[in-house]
């Protein structure tokens, strides 16, 4: 339900109070008890080390590095956090680090997970911390940038960590500080889950942020239930003996066999999938051929098939290897089919959504700033940890005031550095909060086998 509807059914039902029962409304100052009183320390603290966080993140924005290459960010890191006091494993799937900050009272051990990693694109912001550095891609020089955000994702998780660690004897429980490698290649989460990194410490809950290019700096979006798609990839070689344009009956023609294969995947998505079922399949690759008059040996396919949950991706799969098998037998075409599962779609567990949401409400400053979204056919790799823990991914607006919007993976993003102060505040009280609820009023942790 969007925010909007929730607060006119609530204003709604608290005018139907003196009806129901005889008695005044209550007034607005006697329905909220306001927020808690750590709020006032949690932003202070973050006005504190505002300036640092927004340095650090400068830094970080000057020297991007690419999946698993995060050397430079992860010792950054592991030194931030070894200055706060906090326990720290290095090295994990490959450049992961774990920061992990016990509180002084008892409680649940909880996450936040912050990605590292920089994309091969020339940096074209105009800004005077913008990156320089280059590197060697397909026998191309070419730039690095922080385009998606990445280095505020890092520089918000330092700057969690270091507000909470400060009010560590307030604190109930334990938070994991996770820096995350590789997550534009998708398997930076996993590595790191394969490595160990709740070997000591299991979380019941993962939080995580990332950067929202249609929104202003104070804004979330959130979206219940899934927000990311699978991530699937398909490599299809078609074959031929190859001959004469001008005696097509010599030999089977690839080109027309792989077109066959393209119109009927879509035909597939129309004819064979349910319209709730959302699903893209794009065969964004296509190549063959040399002339006009020459049918070539080989077409080459590629594809990304996007969809949401296991079932549906393994029923996709079983559809698209039906067709394709088809179409090249009934042509008489020999083929190879490579189908790849990749990224898994991220579930945003709506429990934990709806446990957070008021603490986001309360610290931006109403229901209109928490905005409920569309889910959408992009990959995170963030849901490797949702399928382990129950998880929320909130987007965070980094809009910058002069700007209608900014496009993340393009060589301008830019973004509003407002938003990493917000962040800070914002997930330091969600933590701070959700460790207080009792166990009964959380969200029970997956069953590991
Ligand atoms: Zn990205
Ligand atoms: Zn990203």
Redesign the pocket.
């Known amino acids: 339900m969007k925010p909007a509807t929730r607060s006119a059914i609530n204003f709604l039902l608290l005018g139907l109070l003196p009806i129901i029962h005889g008695t005044p409304a209550p007034r607005p100052s006697d329905r909220q008890a306001g927020p808690p009183a750590y709020y006032q320390k949690i932003q202070e603290l973050t006005a504190r080390i505002e300036p640092e966080i927004i340095a650090i993140r400068r830094d970080l924005h000057a020297h991007p590095e690419l999946a698993f290459q995060e050397k430079r960010t992860a010792g950054l890191v592991a030194d931030y956090f070894q200055k706060l006091g906090l326990e720290v494993r290095t090295g994990i799937g490959g450049t992961g680090v774990l920061g992990v900050l016990k509180g002084g009272l008892p409680g649940p051990v909880l996450a936040m997970r912050g990605d590292m990693d920089a994309?091969a694109i020339t940096e074209e912001a105009d800004l005077s911390f913008a990156s320089r550095e280059k590197v060697m891609r397909n026998g191309q020089e070419t730039g690095l940038m922080h385009a998606?955000g990445h280095d505020i994702h890092t520089a918000m998780l330092l700057g969690v960590a270091s507000v909470l660690s400060q009010m560590k004897s307030q604190f109930r429980g334990t938070i994991l500080f996770i820096a995350q490698p590789a997550?534009?290649w998708g398997d930076g989460a996993q590595k790191m889950i394969q490595d160990g990194v709740f070997r000591d410490y299991r979380p019941e809950a993962i939080f995580a942020f990332h950067v929202d290019d249609t929104l202003k700096a104070g804004y979330v979006h959130y979206v219940p239930g899934y927000s990311g798609a699978n991530c699937d990839t398909f490599f299809l070689n078609i074959s031929s003996e190859g001959c004469h344009g001008a005696n097509p009956d010599q030999c089977v023609d690839p080109i027309v066999v792989g077109s066959h294969v393209v119109l009927a995947l879509q035909a597939m998505i129309s004819r064979e999938i349910d319209v709730h079922d959302h699903t893209v399949i794009t065969v964004g690759y296509f190549h063959a051929g040399t002339a006009t008059n020459i049918i070539p040996k080989k077409a080459e396919l590629r594809a990304t098939v996007r969809s949401y949950g296991d079932e549906q991706r393994e029923r996709l799969k079983e559809k698209i290897t039906r067709t394709i098998t088809g179409i090249c037998q009934s042509h008489g075409a020999p083929f190879e089919l490579d189908y790849q599962f990749g990224t898994p779609s991220l579930y945003n567990h709506p429990e934990l959504l709806q446990a957070i949401l008021p603490t986001a409400e309360a610290v931006l400053g109403g229901a209109d700033r928490a905005i409920e979204d569309r889910p959408e056919m992009g990959g995170e790799d963030f849901s490797y940890f949702a399928r382990e823990i129950p998880a929320v991914m909130l987007s965070l607006g980094v809009v910058p005031p002069h700007l209608e919007k900014t496009s993340?993976?393009s060589p301008t993003f830019m973004a509003d550095e407002k938003a990493i102060g917000i962040g800070i505040k914002l997930m330091s009280c969600i933590l701070m909060d959700y460790a207080r609820k009792p166990a009964a009023r959380r969200v029970r942790p997956f069953k590991t086998s």
């Open positions: 994309l998606c997550e534009e993340v993976h």
